[in-house]
């Protein structure tokens, strides 16, 4: 399990905590915050349009914390830990895994038909990849909005290590990224390392602090595990496969998933509607620009939730 964060970091209180569980019997942390979100239950609705967030590697739930305090005021938003993360137990790891624990998270949360805006971060946009084909995906999910990330060639293109692309920086990027070295406290030489590798130059210390202590919080145990998955990764079927409304968002400055991922996939997807460039922002998006991520999930719920499509 994670070190427990600051409170001052923490999202806020969920009206309904459950567990989830996963095709293969793993047990999933889940939230549920916003109207009615204490007394929902799978099989019924609940008041607001719901948007359900998955955060990325090495993050959790306190990840889309400015999210959660904005949205939660009108939608009804579900969040949980990816397996590892936060406070998911950690279980076996890979693509079909992170695609079987969404739909144990949407058949725990919403009522069968029930529609909602799916938003996936980093490793959280590969689940809506990997998982574009299942039913229960295709039955819930009414526009997306995959944030910083990429359906293959993560270490090829990574920009972390200032090295000429080849053979040579591919190989030490994979072993810097799946380093088994504990991270250690969160300090200043820690908080510099995080933000070069994953944020944008203009980042206010305050963001980097919170960025860091989430990161920081991951077991290395799942880290390293989870490293080896992106490291490997080929979506590129479950990007053609993602049939609805889809918004891509990006920072300009992202090492870990530069802007190249981003334009091939709203080159690739079936219905991108909008390629969302955010200047100077790095990897950590849904932290770094709030405002922006979240209006674009507001855009995607307003246009796609309508009460037509809400259950009785």
Same mark, same amino acid.
């Given at each position: 399990?994670?070190?427990?964060?600051?409170?001052?970091?923490?999202?806020?209180?969920?009206?309904?905590?459950?567990?989830?569980?996963?095709?293969?019997?793993?047990?999933?942390?889940?939230?549920?915050?916003?109207?009615?979100?204490?007394?929902?239950?799978?099989?019924?609705?609940?008041?607001?349009?719901?948007?359900?967030?998955?955060?990325?590697?090495?993050?959790?739930?306190?990840?889309?914390?400015?999210?959660?305090?904005?949205?939660?005021?009108?939608?009804?938003?579900?969040?949980?830990?990816?397996?590892?993360?936060?406070?998911?137990?950690?279980?076996?790891?890979?693509?079909?895994?992170?695609?079987?624990?969404?739909?144990?998270?949407?058949?725990?949360?919403?009522?069968?038909?029930?529609?909602?805006?799916?938003?996936?971060?980093?490793?959280?946009?590969?689940?809506?990849?990997?998982?574009?084909?299942?039913?229960?995906?295709?039955?819930?999910?009414?526009?997306?909005?995959?944030?910083?990330?990429?359906?293959?060639?993560?270490?090829?293109?990574?920009?972390?290590?200032?090295?000429?692309?080849?053979?040579?920086? %591919?190989?030490? @990027?994979?072993? /810097?990224? #799946?380093?088994?070295?504990? +991270?250690? &406290?969160?300090?200043?030489?820690? !908080?510099?390392?995080?933000?070069?590798?994953?944020?944008?130059?203009?980042?206010?210390?305050?963001?980097?602090?919170?960025?860091?202590?989430?990161?920081?919080?991951?077991?290395?145990?799942?880290?390293?595990?989870?490293?080896?998955?992106?490291?490997?990764?080929?979506?590129?079927?479950?990007?053609?496969?993602? %049939?609805?409304? @889809?918004?891509? /968002?990006? #920072?300009?400055?992202?090492? +870990?998933? &530069?802007?190249?991922?981003?334009? !091939?996939?709203?080159?690739?997807?079936?219905?991108?509607?909008?390629?969302?460039?955010?200047?100077?922002?790095?990897?950590?998006?849904?932290?770094?620009?709030?405002?922006?991520?979240?209006?674009?999930?507001?855009?995607?719920?307003?246009?796609?939730?309508?009460?037509?499509?809400?259950?009785?």
């Amino acid at each position: 399990m994670s070190r427990l964060l600051r409170r001052t970091d923490a999202p806020p209180v969920a009206d309904r905590e459950l567990t989830a569980l996963s095709a293969d019997g793993s047990r999933l942390h889940v939230e549920v915050h916003g109207p009615n979100g204490g007394t929902t239950q799978a099989g019924g609705s609940g008041g607001g349009p719901v948007v359900v967030l998955a955060h990325g590697w090495t993050c959790s739930t306190h990840f889309w914390a400015a999210q959660i305090r904005d949205l939660a005021a009108d939608h009804r938003v579900v969040v949980y830990d990816q397996r590892g993360h936060g406070r998911t137990p950690a279980g076996a790891v890979g693509t079909e895994k992170l695609a079987d624990d969404l739909e144990a998270v949407l058949a725990a949360t919403l009522a069968p038909g029930e529609k909602a805006v799916l938003v996936g971060h980093s490793m959280g946009g590969m689940t809506m990849m990997a998982a574009s084909r299942r039913p229960r995906f295709r039955e819930h999910a009414a526009a997306a909005l995959l944030c910083s990330t990429g359906s293959a060639g993560l270490v090829a293109e990574s920009l972390v290590l200032p090295m000429r692309p080849g053979p040579l920086r %591919t190989r030490l @990027t994979r072993m /810097v990224l #799946g380093a088994r070295a504990p +991270l250690g &406290p969160v300090n200043g030489l820690s !908080r510099s390392i995080l933000k070069y590798a994953t944020m944008g130059p203009g980042s206010s210390p305050e963001r980097v602090d919170a960025c860091a202590r989430i990161v920081h919080a991951c077991p290395r145990t799942a880290r390293v595990a989870w490293s080896h998955v992106l490291g490997e990764l080929d979506l590129d079927e479950g990007v053609r496969a993602l %049939t609805v409304p @889809t918004v891509v /968002v990006a #920072g300009t400055v992202d090492r +870990l998933t &530069p802007l190249v991922h981003a334009k !091939r996939l709203a080159l690739d997807l079936p219905h991108c509607v909008e390629l969302v460039e955010l200047a100077g922002m790095g990897h950590m998006t849904p932290v770094e620009a709030p405002e922006a991520v979240t209006g674009k999930i507001r855009e995607l719920a307003g246009t796609h939730l309508t009460p037509k499509e809400e259950v009785a």
